[in-house]
């Protein structure tokens, strides 16, 4: 969690708590940060998500393995990707599954909706949910 300079745990659990601060540990396999230049891919990392008053924090500890851009994770075959020039002749912008259903989670909308969004907005997911809600 966060490191408090020797207090106790649970006590700066409660504060955290009392300032409106919500502390969730996730149970996550993989992440990964794409950059321009290369992929971190992060195996079995901690995370843990902080929510204060609306905003989430992500916080990611781990040994990263550094993956040329583009070459896909560790995982073989993990991050199935759908190509937007399929229907409608869009942008051939690559989406991966987990794009999709991160927008379609987020913006409470059908992957096909996800799709349509990511495909207009070339694969940014924020820009894909803002669109949506």
């Known amino acids: 969690m966060l490191g408090g300079g020797g207090m106790n745990p649970r006590k700066m659990k409660q504060m955290m708590k009392q300032m409106g601060i919500d502390v969730t540990e996730l149970d996550v396999e993989e992440v990964v940060i794409r950059t321009d230049e290369e992929d971190l891919v ?3 990392p901690q995370v843990t998500r902080m ?3 609306g905003q989430e924090t992500y916080q990611v500890v781990g ?5 040329e851009s583009g070459a896909g994770g560790s995982g073989a075959g993990s991050a199935a990707e759908l190509t937007a020039d399929d229907e ?4 051939g912008v690559a989406i991966p ?13 059908s992957e096909e909706d ?5 495909e207009a907005e070339e694969g940014d997911l924020a820009a894909a949910i803002a669109r949506l809600e």
């Open 42 to 44: 992060f195996d079995g």
């Open 51 to 53: 929510d204060a008053q």
């Open 63 to 67: 040994e990263p393995e550094s993956v």
């Open 88 to 91: 409608s002749g869009g942008s």
């Open 97 to 109: 599954e987990d794009d999709v259903m991160i927008v379609a989670e987020r913006a409470g909308v």
């Open 114 to 118: 996800a799709i349509e969004a990511l």
